[in-house]
C-alpha cells in the first residue's frame, strides 16, 4: 500500500486506511487513541461512561424482568427455587391458571376502576390546582408548599393516616358526618366492600393530585403571555379564552402527566396493602402478585401475573407514546 | 519553532461539504488571519487546529508531528474562544491554574506562571474573582491569560473580539497585535469575520469562501499579506470582500487588446485598463472592477450624474448614475460641495482597474502596473 | 373532596389574563382566596390530625378534638421502646443516602455520555430507559428476589439499595441528561484544551455547574428511596433490618386486637416532618427537577 494513494486529498481513501498507514509509517506516533479519529474517541469514551449505569440498570431491571418471565413459564416455588420444570403457558391457560381465576380478573377489575376514577379525578382537581398555582400571588409559595406537604408524605404513612381520620368507630370524619347529620350511622370506610375502594380512591387524589398539579403547572407556564394579552386585546371571555387558548396549548403536557399518573396507578400497591391489606375487594394487580409469589409462595403463578402487568402496562405506554405523538405534532403543526 | 502544515484538508458535516481541499503553511511567528463571510468554515478549520474536530480527509502537521489523532491537549496549541468558555465556578486564578495542575507542573512554576500572564494582561486584583464578576473586556483578558500560561507553540483566537463593543475591540485588537510581538516565537491563527481585523492584524490573510454545497470549489479564495490581497484580488470574490465599500463591478466586452493594456466597453463607455491581455480575446464578455477610492472625481472625459451622496464626515459617499448600468457606481470624494443631479467628470485610471474573466478569475497585472496602482493609493 | 372541585372552577374563571392585586370583580379574588385555603387546609390537615393524634393518649385519643386536653410524649417514647425504630431510621438513612449517592454518581457520568457526545443507539437506549421507570415493581419481584439470595444479601440493607436503583437510575438519568444538554459546549472544548480527562470534566466542571440539578434530583431519588414499600417488606424479614416505611406499616399491639393509632401517628411524623421541612425549604428545586423530568423530556 503506497502511501501516496492514500495521500490524494480529499479522495476516497477510508478512514481505516488512513490509520493503518499512520500506525505503519509514523512509528512515533504510538498513541493508544490512535484507532479512528477524534470523533470515534469521542463516542468510545462516552460509551465507558455511560457503562455502570446501563450494567447497573440491566442487572437491577432487565435481567429480573427477564427472569420473572422466564418463572412464569415454569412450577417454581418459594420454598425451593432451584427445583422446577418448565411447563409452558400452564400458568396462564391452564385449568388454573390465571385466566381462569375469578380473583385473578377482580385483582384486574379492582386495578382498572381504581385508575380510571383516580386519574380522572386527578387530572380536574390537578388543572384547578395548577391555575391557581399560575396566578402571582402571595399565596403563591404557601400554596406550592402545602402542594408538596402531601406528595412527600410516604405513602405508607398517608395511607396510615387516612386509616385512622377514616376509621369507623373513632375517626374525625364519621365524627363531623355524624355531627353534620350527612350519615346516620358509622361508615365502615376500610372495611365495607361497597365504600373501600372509593376510600383508596380518595386517599390516592389526595396525595397524587400535587404531581399532576406540578405537572400541569410547568405546561401553564409555557403558555406565552402574549396569547392571553391578545385575546384580551379582542375581548374573548375568560372561560373562552381558557377554552380555546389555554387548554388546547397545555394539551400535550397535561396529556403526558395523565399517561404518567395511569401507568403509576395501575401498579398501585403500597396504599391499597396498608389500608386493607390482602382483602380480595380491593385487591390490586401488584397485591395479587405479591400475595402469590410470597405469602402463597406460587414464583410460577405469581410470575405469569407480574408478566400480564408487565405487557399490559408495556402495550399501554407504546399506545400512549404513539398517540402523544401525534398530539404533539399537531401542536407543533 | 512552530510551522503548521496543513495538506489536503477537506471537511464534510454529512453530505455537506464545509472546507475544500486546503493546502496552507503558516510560518512560526506568524499572525495568520482566516477572513471569510458566515458560513465559509472559518471557525471548523480553526478547530480542525485544535483538534475539536477530525477532518474528513488530510494531514495537519505542527511541528513537524502529525496531529490528526492527538487530543487537543496533546498538540501544544491554546485557544481563545468568542464566548470566552471561563469555567463560571472557579476565580480567575484556578481558571488559569486548572489545566497546567492537569499537566502536573510544579506549583511555583504554576505561579510563575500566572504572575507574568497577570502582569502583560493587567489583570492585577482580579484574581479572586469569578468570571461573571468581571466585565466583558476583562473576561476577554483572562481567556487569552488562560492561553498564554499554557505557553503553547501555537495562539488559537475564535472571533475573539466579537463579544466586545466598539470602543472596547479597538483596544483589545492593539492589545492582542502587542501581545503578538512580546511573544514573538508563538504562532497566531485567528478568525473573524471583520475585514478591518483582519487587515489591521495579520501578517498573512487567508481569505475563505463559502462553498454553496459544492465540492469542486477551493475553500481557499486567496492567501497572501493584506495589501497583496488589497492590491491584487486573485478574483472576483477577493476583489469584492476586501475593502470597504465594496468594489464597483461593471459588465463588460473585450474591445482592444495592446501590449499590456486592454480595452473593454462597458455599454458604450469605453476604458483602458493596465493589465496583461494574455489569454483574453476580442468581444468576451468580462466584469471590470474598480474600488470606489480609485475612482477620481472632478477630472476626466467621461461625465455622469450625481444620484445620491453620502456625507461620512471625513469623506463622502457619491454615486454616478451611469448609462444603461443599473447599478450605479460609487466613488470616495474628499470634497462636501457636491450637489445631488449634477453633472460630474469623473475618469477611472487604467492602473486602477480590475478586470474578471466569467469565471470570476483576476486578470494578471504585470509587476510595473502593480507598483502604479499602489502609486495612486499614495 | 367536592370543595376541591369548587376550586378548581373558581381559579378557573380567574385565571387567564386576570390582573394579581387588581381584579376585575371581586368574586373572582374571593373565590381564588377561597379555593386557595380550602387547598391549602385539605393538604395538610391529615399531618396536623396525625401530629395531635401522637400527642393524645388513652381515650384521649377516641376524641376527635385537634388540640390535644392533655398533650403527652408517651407515643413517641413508646415507639422507641418497644420496637428498633431508631434502627429503622437509621436503616432507612442508609439506604437512601446510598442510593443517592450510587444513582448521582453513575448518572452523572451516563448523562455526560448521553447530553454531550452523538452516538449510534444513543435515542434508543434514552428511550428504553425512559421505559424502566414505567416498569410495574412487581414485575421485577421474583427475579430480583433470585438475584438478592444468589448474592447472600437477603434480610440485609444492601438487597435494598440494589433494588432502589431500579426506581431511581431511570429518572435520575433523565433529569441530568435534561440539564447536561443546556450547558454550553465551549466550557467542554476549553477543558478539552486544557487536557483534562472526561472524568474530571464531569466531576470538576460539569458537576459544580450543575449542583442545582443535582439537588433537586438528589432530593426526589432520596424521598423516592425513602418512601419505598415493597422491595422493603419483601426482601428484609427481621424487625432490625426494616426500613422506617415497612416498621411503620407493620406496627401493631401484641393482642392484635386494636392497631395502637397512637404510636403509629407518633412514627409517621417522625418520619415526614424531615420529608416535609426539606420539601419546603427546596421547593423551587424540586418543582424544576420534577418538570424536567416530565414535561421537557
Not at chain 1, 217 to 241: F, H, K, N, S, T
Not at chain 1, 270 to 295: A, E, G, K, P, W
Not at chain 3, 59 to 75: D, I, M, R, V
Request: aromatic share 8%; net charge neutral; with cysteine.
Amino acid at each position: 500500500m503506497s502511501r501516496g494513494a492514500l495521500r490524494c486529498s480529499g479522495a476516497a481513501a477510508s478512514r481505516a486506511e488512513e490509520v493503518m498507514a499512520n500506525d505503519i509509517l509514523r512509528p512515533r506516533l504510538q498513541n493508544a487513541a490512535l484507532r479512528g479519529g477524534l470523533a470515534a474517541q469521542r463516542v468510545r469514551r462516552a460509551w465507558w461512561m455511560a457503562a455502570p449505569m446501563l450494567l447497573v440498570l440491566a442487572a437491577v431491571g432487565a435481567w429480573p424482568l427477564l427472569r420473572t418471565i422466564w418463572f412464569s413459564l415454569t412450577d417454581s416455588e418459594l420454598s425451593n427455587p432451584g427445583d422446577y420444570a418448565f411447563i409452558g403457558l400452564e400458568n396462564y391457560v391452564g385449568e388454573y391458571g390465571l385466566l381462569a381465576s375469578a380473583d385473578w380478573w377482580q385483582a384486574v377489575g379492582n386495578t382498572l376502576l381504581f385508575t380510571g376514577l383516580s386519574v380522572s379525578l386527578e387530572t380536574l382537581l390537578g388543572l384547578g390546582v395548577a391555575l391557581l398555582l399560575n396566578q402571582a400571588s402571595r399565596l403563591r409559595t404557601l400554596l406550592r408548599a402545602a402542594l408538596l406537604v402531601p406528595w412527600a408524605i410516604p405513602t405508607v404513612v398517608s395511607a396510615k393516616m387516612w386509616s385512622w381520620m377514616l376509621h369507623d368507630q373513632f375517626g374525625i370524619v364519621n365524627h363531623h358526618l355524624l355531627a353534620l347529620g350527612v350519615i346516620a350511622a358509622p361508615l365502615a370506610w376500610t372495611a365495607d366492600p361497597q365504600l373501600s375502594l372509593f376510600s383508596i380512591v380518595l386517599v390516592d387524589v389526595w396525595k397524587a393530585t400535587p404531581y399532576m398539579a406540578l405537572l400541569i403547572l410547568a405546561a401553564l407556564q409555557m403558555v406565552p403571555v402574549d396569547c392571553y394579552e391578545a385575546a384580551r386585546v379582542d375581548g374573548v371571555p375568560r372561560w373562552q379564552v381558557f377554552r380555546r387558548i389555554t387548554l388546547p396549548l397545555i394539551l400535550p403536557g397535561l396529556l403526558v402527566a395523565m399517561v404518567f399518573r395511569t401507568l403509576d396507578a395501575l401498579r398501585v400497591f403500597d396504599l391499597i396493602y396498608v389500608m386493607t391489606s390482602n382483602s380480595r375487594d380491593t385487591q390490586s394487580m401488584s397485591v395479587f402478585v405479591r400475595q402469590q409469589l410470597i405469602d402463597f409462595g406460587l414464583v410460577g403463578y405469581g410470575s405469569a401475573a407480574a408478566t400480564c402487568l408487565f405487557f399490559m402496562i408495556a402495550l399501554l405506554s407504546i399506545v400512549a407514546m404513539g398517540l402523544m405523538r401525534r398530539t404533539f405534532e399537531r401542536a407543533a403543526a | 519553532m512552530s510551522r503548521i502544515e496543513l495538506r489536503g484538508i477537506s471537511k464534510r458535516f454529512g453530505d455537506t461539504p464545509v472546507l475544500n481541499d486546503i493546502d496552507l503553511s503558516i510560518a512560526p511567528g506568524e499572525f495568520c488571519v482566516f477572513v471569510g463571510p458566515s458560513g465559509c468554515g472559518k471557525s471548523t478549520l480553526l478547530r480542525l487546529l485544535a483538534g475539536l474536530e477530525d477532518p474528513s480527509a488530510g494531514e495537519i502537521e505542527i511541528d513537524g508531528l502529525l496531529v490528526n489523532h492527538l487530543p487537543p491537549a496533546k498538540r501544544n496549541v491554546a485557544m481563545v474562544f468568542q464566548s470566552y468558555a471561563l469555567y463560571p465556578h472557579m476565580s480567575v486564578h484556578q481558571n488559569m491554574a486548572f489545566g497546567l495542575q492537569h499537566r502536573k507542573l510544579p506549583a511555583a512554576e504554576i505561579e510563575r506562571r500566572i504572575a507574568d500572564a497577570v502582569r502583560i494582561l493587567q489583570l492585577d486584583g482580579l484574581l479572586q474573582r469569578r468570571p461573571k464578576e468581571l466585565s466583558g473586556g476583562q473576561r476577554q483578558r483572562v481567556a487569552i491569560a488562560r492561553a498564554i500560561v499554557r505557553q503553547p507553540k501555537v495562539f488559537l483566537f475564535d472571533e475573539p473580539l466579537s463579544n466586545l463593543d466598539a470602543a472596547l475591540r479597538v483596544q483589545t485588537r492593539l492589545e492582542i497585535a502587542r501581545l503578538h510581538r512580546a511573544l514573538g516565537s508563538a504562532s497566531m491563527v485567528y478568525v473573524t469575520h471583520d475585514q478591518v481585523e483582519a487587515m489591521t492584524l495579520a501578517d498573512r490573510i487567508v481569505l475563505l469562501q463559502p462553498l454553496a454545497g459544492r465540492s469542486d470549489v477551493p475553500s481557499v479564495a486567496q492567501a497572501g499579506a493584506p495589501l497583496a490581497l488589497y492590491h491584487h484580488p486573485a478574483n472576483r470574490f477577493v476583489a469584492g470582500f476586501i475593502g470597504s465599500p465594496a468594489m464597483n463591478f461593471v459588465d463588460a466586452t473585450v474591445k482592444a487588446l495592446g501590449d499590456g493594456r486592454v480595452l473593454v466597453d462597458a455599454n458604450g463607455m469605453c476604458c483602458a485598463a493596465q493589465l496583461s491581455p494574455q489569454g483574453l480575446a476580442v468581444g468576451e464578455p468580462v466584469t471590470l472592477g474598480i474600488r470606489p477610492e480609485h475612482v477620481l472625481l472632478g477630472e476626466g472625459a467621461q461625465r455622469a450624474r450625481v444620484s445620491h451622496v453620502e456625507h461620512l464626515g471625513e469623506v463622502s459617499h457619491v454615486y454616478l448614475e451611469l448609462p444603461g448600468i443599473s447599478t450605479p457606481l460609487l466613488a470616495k470624494s474628499y470634497h462636501e460641495k457636491i450637489a445631488l443631479g449634477e453633472l460630474l467628470p469623473f475618469d477611472l485610471p487604467a492602473q486602477a482597474m480590475h478586470l474578471f474573466r466569467a469565471d470570476g478569475v483576476a486578470q494578471a497585472r504585470g509587476n510595473a502596473a502593480g507598483r502604479s496602482v499602489e502609486a495612486v493609493d499614495g | 373532596m367536592s370543595g376541591l372541585v369548587k376550586a378548581g372552577a373558581g381559579s378557573r374563571a380567574l385565571a387567564p389574563g386576570a390582573v394579581p392585586g387588581q381584579p376585575r370583580f371581586p368574586w373572582g379574588c374571593i373565590g381564588y382566596w377561597a379555593a386557595s385555603l380550602l387547598f391549602i387546609f385539605v393538604s395538610v390537615f391529615p399531618l396536623l390530625y396525625a401530629l395531635s393524634s401522637s400527642l393524645k393518649q388513652g381515650s384521649g385519643l377516641f376524641s376527635p378534638e385537634l388540640w390535644p386536653k392533655a398533650p403527652t410524649f408517651a407515643n413517641y417514647s413508646g415507639v422507641f421502646a418497644e420496637q428498633p425504630f431508631a434502627q429503622n431510621l437509621l436503616n432507612s438513612l442508609l439506604v437512601a443516602g446510598s442510593v443517592v449517592t450510587l444513582s448521582l454518581g453513575l448518572s452523572l457520568m451516563a448523562a455526560w455520555a448521553f447530553g454531550r457526545v452523538e452516538f449510534r443507539g444513543r435515542g434508543l437506549l434514552l428511550m428504553l430507559i425512559l421505559s424502566a421507570s414505567m416498569l410495574p415493581q412487581v414485575a421485577v419481584l421474583s427475579g430480583m428476589f433470585e438475584l438478592v439470595r444468589a448474592f447472600g444479601i437477603y434480610d440485609t440493607l444492601g438487597a435494598l439499595i440494589i433494588a432502589d436503583l431500579v426506581l431511581t437510575l431511570p429518572f435520575t438519568v433523565w433529569v441530568l441528561v435534561t440539564f447536561m444538554r443546556q450547558l454550553p459546549k465551549e466550557l467542554e472544548e476549553a477543558a478539552a484544551m486544557d487536557g483534562v480527562g472526561v472524568l474530571t470534566l464531569v466531576f470538576r466542571v460539569y458537576m459544580p455547574l450543575l449542583w442545582p440539578a443535582m439537588v433537586a434530583t438528589g432530593l426526589l431519588a432520596f424521598i423516592a428511596a425513602w418512601n419505598e414499600f415493597l422491595f422493603a417488606l419483601t426482601f428484609t424479614l427481621s424487625t432490625e433490618a426494616r426500613t422506617v416505611p415497612v416498621a411503620i406499616a407493620l406496627i401493631s399491639t401484641p393482642s392484635g386486637f386494636e392497631l395502637p393509632w397512637g404510636k403509629i401517628m407518633a412514627a409517621s411524623v417522625i418520619v415526614t416532618l424531615p420529608l416535609v421541612a426539606l420539601v419546603v425549604v427546596f421547593q423551587r428545586r424540586i418543582v424544576s427537577g420534577l418538570s424536567a423530568g416530565a414535561v421537557k423530556g
